[in-house]
């Protein structure tokens, strides 16, 4: 009788071992995947900013795109979840800088919060990140207050670098953050800043260093300036490290009156619709910040915004060839803003802005810019043509004033740290098993067969 044939006991060990090292590999290669992606999507960088004593900000980058949320709660309580700032209905979209802003919350109270990317949650090292509101401080004289800075970032090829993540911090004081805007612009009132401590409002001086880090999911770029120099900001370039403090000097003035003087483009004063006031000028002004004057923006819903006088009303005409008007009004931080409700034509447009002053006079300003045409990315005149070009200097470059500050001031609040995600080992040994799996089964198959 023929008996069917017999695969030998070593080979048939061999095979096993064959078999067992294939299924490892792709045991170990399932489980890579997983760990790649939360890798991407994983939040960094992570910072509380704008706290008040109803509101915090949390920012963050990621190596890719993906939706976020952050999820806060008082002690013991029911969290409440907010979107990002550019979510504005309840789709989400997907950033790879994220800026969730959380409101209405107690004074002088601890909370705690969690990000969610992707819907996937993320806590530091473990446990839930922690931020505290600050105390109810009442309001001060208008006049009294530091004026907002702004300025215009871009990318490597002189193109906007919108939704770059700017902080900004204070010497001594909190960190502040803003998102910046399709036309490379950004602006952050100063006038309600608080100290590190978040206990009382930064004294106005007439220069403070303030400290920019401004950072995307693959980009940085760092400046030193300060009070006198950051109305404008110069234009700065992702990375790039600047320091701007010397720009007062080079300018010729040496005080913040001649500093607004001088952005409102007058040599002898500012104008008062047609009228010459050369009457120093007060900390509280009215101004045009966004859009810059020639600037190049590839939106036909521009943002508007500027600086007044607390609780005054702006005019705002916007376009030349069908005008659109329209009033805000100005905020306890001195800043207003204002979107046009119908979309501008493609070409030349304007924008006209009148309101009164601390005095009660009125303050006219025109800004013209440019709507670009769709897909066009083409970066205008970002600031004034009297604005001086930086030239990028290291960090510890020997110009420097003496009296340098650190580039970045740490506050109790505002430095917070991502949980890090575990790496997985390296892919020889997976590699080899896989190899040595597939000889041995190789050779026992041969041998069966023969």
Known sequence: MHQP??????????????????????????????????????????????????????????????????SVAERQKTATTFFDERDLTSRLHLYATHSVIARNL??????????????????????????????????????????????????????????????LTLEGAQTLSTLVTASGSWIIPLGRTRTDTLEALVTPEERITESIHIMTHDEEATAITDT?????????????????????????????????????????????????????????????????????????????????????????????????????????????RFTPPKPLGIGKQSVTITSLDASGKPVGITHTFTILKSGTQVLGEATPSGTLTPTPTATASAEATPTATPMFTPTPTATLTGQPVPTSGTTLPTILFIILGLGLFSSGAILFIK
């Open 228 to 336: 006198l120099n950051d109305a404008p900001v110069p234009v700065v370039a992702l990375g790039k490290t600047y320091d701007f403090r010397r720009q007062q000097a080079l300018g010729g003035g040496n005080s913040q009156d001649s500093r607004l003087a001088t952005n409102q483009g007058d040599t002898g004063g500012t104008s008062v619709l047609g009228v010459t006031n050369t009457q120093p000028q007060t900390a509280a002004r009215v101004s045009l910040a966004l859009p810059p004057q020639g600037a190049s923006l590839p939106t036909s819903f521009p943002l508007i915004q500027g600086t007044g006088i607390p609780g005054r009303i702006v005019t705002i005409v916007v376009g030349i060839t069908n005008p659109i008007s329209g009033t805000a009004t100005v905020g306890g931080d001195g800043v207003w």
């Open 106 to 167: 107690k004074p002088n109270t601890e909370y705690s919060f969690t990000i969610l990317s992707n819907g996937k949650k993320f806590t530091e090292l473990g446990k839930p990140y922690a931020a505290r509101t600050g105390a109810a401080i009442p309001s001060t004289d208008s006049s009294q207050v530091l004026e907002p800075a702004y300025g215009t970032v871009v990318n490597g090829n002189n193109q906007p670098a919108e939704s770059a993540i700017v902080l």
């Open 5 to 70: 044939p017999r695969i030998p006991t070593v080979l048939g060990i061999l095979l096993l071992l064959g078999i067992m090292g294939i299924v490892m590999g792709v045991i170990e290669y399932v489980i890579r995947q997983p760990t790649t992606a939360t890798d991407s999507i994983a939040p960094s960088h992570v910072e509380v900013t704008n706290v008040t004593d109803a509101s915090f900000t949390v920012v963050w980058t990621s190596g890719i795109a993906t939706t976020g949320v952050v």
